[in-house]
């Protein structure tokens, strides 16, 4: 079975602008989770997403939103660029919603805002 | 605020060295998650418990509810397990997302 997809893999964009990632999940599975991953924050959640519909969200700025589709796989979008954004976003997929299952991590994309 | 909180931020050991990694949480958890992840950024699933003990290879995590504490045992550890491992916690109290510790760097040298 494919692991946990995320594209693109690396990424660099100008601070106001606005950019999109995606996650593919695990085939069968359900639930879709975000985070950022940052050297002075470390991970911290941003939401998560189950059939279509955003379970719960972290505490981010509305720049911050996402969605998921009827397959599954879901994208986030960053809106209005800031420096304080770049940092390593990561996916998550498991079987079923919430995180009393076990969760399998994409590789993440790595954003660079200059 | 709710908050995870792991120990040592830092570990270096030597080849074959047993090494304990501890998580603490301030509140009740429906699950705890052991995490691993390498440089270039790709975190694996280790663990995931609620109650008592699991064992996968050289890898044994225990929780104790009662004390609100988990803790990650390698046995034989080996130059491979050099990573940063990340426990996370899950409940109602925790807002119904994953938080995360800071992580603690592990260096196992040869």
């Known amino acids: 079975k494919a692991g946990v997809t995320q594209t693109p893999r690396y990424l660099i964009k100008t601070r106001g602008q606005q950019v999109t990632l995606s996650c593919s999940p695990i085939?069968?599975?359900?639930?879709v989770s975000w985070y950022q991953q940052t050297p002075g924050q470390g991970l911290q959640f941003l939401f998560e997403?189950?059939?279509?519909?955003?379970?719960n969200k972290g505490n981010f700025p509305g720049r911050f939103s996402g969605r998921q589709f009827s397959n599954s796989r879901s994208e986030m979008n960053v809106s209005t660029l800031e420096l304080g954004d770049s940092a390593l976003y990561l996916c998550?997929?498991?079987?079923?919603?919430?995180?009393?299952?076990?969760?399998?991590f994409g590789p993440g994309t790595r954003l660079t805002v200059t | 605020k709710n908050e995870v909180e792991q120990s040592p931020q830092n570990l270096t050991a030597q080849e074959g060295e047993f090494i304990t990694i501890n998580c603490s949480y301030s509140?009740?958890?429906?699950?705890l998650h052991w995490l691993q992840q390498h440089p270039g950024g790709g975190i694996v699933s280790l663990f995931m418990?609620?109650?008592g003990k699991k064992k996968h290879g050289r890898l044994i995590a225990t929780i104790n509810i009662q004390e609100k504490h988990s803790s990650l045992h390698i046995t034989a550890s080996h130059p491979r397990d050099s990573a940063v491992y990340i426990c996370?916690?899950?409940?109602?109290?925790?807002?119904?997302?994953?938080?995360f510790g800071a992580g603690t760097i592990l260096r196992v040298k040869s």
């Open positions: 998550a997929s498991s079987v079923t919603g919430g995180f009393q299952g076990e969760q399998y």
């Open positions: 085939s069968g599975h359900r639930s």
């Open positions: 997403y189950f059939s279509e519909t955003q379970r």
């Open positions: 509140v009740g958890i429906s699950a």
């Open positions: 418990l609620s109650s």
């Open positions: 996370a916690v899950d409940g109602m109290e925790y807002g119904n997302k994953l938080v």
